[in-house]
């Protein structure tokens, strides 16, 4: 049994991530939304475009204004109204200004912005009552970006800022990564759809559609490929065909040391490369993890990459877990992320509760990451039975505390590091 942090670097090892030309596709920016940049972008427009004013007031000459107080005040000739939008015709001379708003260009010859808290207007005379420090509320051009330097890196993940900045660089087309195909197989005999009348002895396959909320919410495209019953034969053909449609395949059940557990040895005849048989964590100690060579998959979909297999634990608890803690990484890495977004993200808060472990495996128990009356973190635990059977109160789960091995027990107070499992779409 691996410890958990050694399976990890394993599976991050195996994963070989997007290639910038072979998996990129261009979208339109309306929809880039959590998709991930596969190249860097640049802008042909300086930011901002133009020297612009950032206050409504007066484009004046500091020249002229320097030295004038509310006794002495400088008095200039307003001789143009400069709205945002519109292309200043005058040049300021000595004695001159231009009455201008928040945003508006700069007009020639002026070189500093008087806001017009400061002034105080007579017709078309403006009188500044306090000497501006040179250049004030001027926004230079190119000062927020330089256009042809890169604006944003390759492996970003599209969220609002991004986009933001994307349209206003007038981005339309960007080249991102293309998702991760996942494929999701559920294996076991007693397992029937949620829409089928349950006969005594059957279970549903809950598996298979939190797989695929997993994988969606975590970037991916779920390909989902149904149940297979335990026969070596169906389960080998079933393996065979999810290798031609993913790039990387979740199968739950049927790797343990049952008797109707066959995983591991027709993964083995379709002659994938074994890496992982079980990891020393609580719940979800079974976990296979093997990948196909591009040479050994019967169908290939035109790429050499290895498609990466994880035999998961049939037991629902244990599925999402293991998702949770190994397949993220690894999904995230093969996505086209940036290293330091692979990684997942443990927190250090305080547990409110006590919390309780064989100490012979990493265990982890589930509850909520919540904020307490000073405004920090703290963990939770999920009410209700930690067996690895009851699936009813993972609902509502943001964060796994983590017992390291040796551990029994982390007292209410102790600090405690948390997994992070709530994931926004796309990120
Ligand atoms: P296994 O790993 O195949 O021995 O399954 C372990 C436990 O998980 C058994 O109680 C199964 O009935 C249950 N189980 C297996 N597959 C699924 C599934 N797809 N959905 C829900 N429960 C499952
Ligand atoms: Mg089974």
Same mark, same amino acid.
């Given at each position: 049994m691996l410890p958990a942090k050694e399976a990890e670097s394993i599976i991050l090892s195996l994963v070989q991530p997007f290639d910038q030309q072979l998996d990129a596709q261009l979208v339109d920016l309306s929809a880039a939304t959590g998709r991930i940049l596969a190249s860097s972008v640049t802008s042909q427009w300086d930011f901002p475009h133009w020297d612009n004013s950032a206050? #409504?007031?007066? %484009?004046?000459?500091?020249? #002229?204004?320097?030295?004038c107080n509310?006794?002495? !005040? %400088?008095?200039?000739? @307003? @001789? $143009? $109204? @400069?709205?945002?939008?519109i292309e200043p015709q005058c040049r300021i001379q000595p004695g001159q200004a231009s009455r201008i708003f928040t945003g508006a260009c700069m007009p020639k010859g002026a070189d500093t912005v008087v806001m017009q808290e400061r002034t105080r207007r007579e017709e078309n005379r403006v009188f500044i009552l306090e000497a501006p420090k040179q250049q004030a509320f001027v926004r230079h051009r190119a000062s927020f970006y330089k256009a042809g330097e890169p604006l944003l890196q390759s492996g970003i993940t599209l969220n609002a800022p991004e986009i933001a900045v994307l349209a206003a660089a007038g981005c339309t087309h960007l080249p991102v990564y293309r998702r991760p195909r996942v494929a999701i197989l559920s294996t076991g005999? $007693?397992?029937?759809? !949620? #829409?089928? !009348?349950?006969q005594p002895g059957q279970i549903v396959d809950s598996n298979q559609y939190a797989l695929a909320a997993f994988v969606t919410l975590s970037g991916g495209v779920p390909v989902p490929l149904g149940i297979v019953r335990d026969e070596p034969e169906e389960l080998k053909s079933a393996i065979a065909q999810s290798l031609s449609s993913a790039d990387i395949v979740l199968s739950t059940g049927g790797v343990s040391v049952g008797d109707y557990d066959y995983v591991d040895r027709i993964l083995a005849e379709l002659g994938a490369q074994i890496h992982i048989r079980s990891v020393a964590v609580k719940p979800g100690k079974p976990l296979t993890v093997a990948t196909f060579s591009p040479l050994s998959q019967e169908v290939q979909g035109g790429s050499n990459r290895s498609v990466l297999y994880f035999g998961l634990p049939g037991n629902p608890v244990s599925a999402l877990v293991s998702c949770w803690r190994f397949v993220q990484p690894a999904l995230s890495k093969l996505s086209g992320l940036p290293q330091e977004g692979w990684r997942p993200v443990f927190v250090k808060v305080r547990s409110h509760h006590d919390l309780h472990s064989d100490g012979r495996r990493e265990t982890y128990l589930w509850g909520q990451l919540r904020l307490d009356a000073t405004g920090s973190y703290e963990f939770h635990l999920a009410g209700g039975s930690h067996s690895s059977g009851n699936l009813i109160n993972l609902a509502q789960t943001t964060g796994l505390a983590v017992v390291p091995v040796g551990q029994t027990l982390i007292s209410a107070g102790e600090p405690v590091q948390v997994l992070q499992v709530s994931s926004p779409l796309g990120s």
């Open positions: 206050m #409504d007031g007066y %484009a004046v000459r500091y020249a #002229d204004v320097k030295s509310a006794q002495q !005040p %400088a008095v200039l000739q @307003i @001789i $143009e $109204e @400069i709205s945002a939008g005999n $007693e397992l029937v759809t !949620p #829409d089928q !009348p349950l």
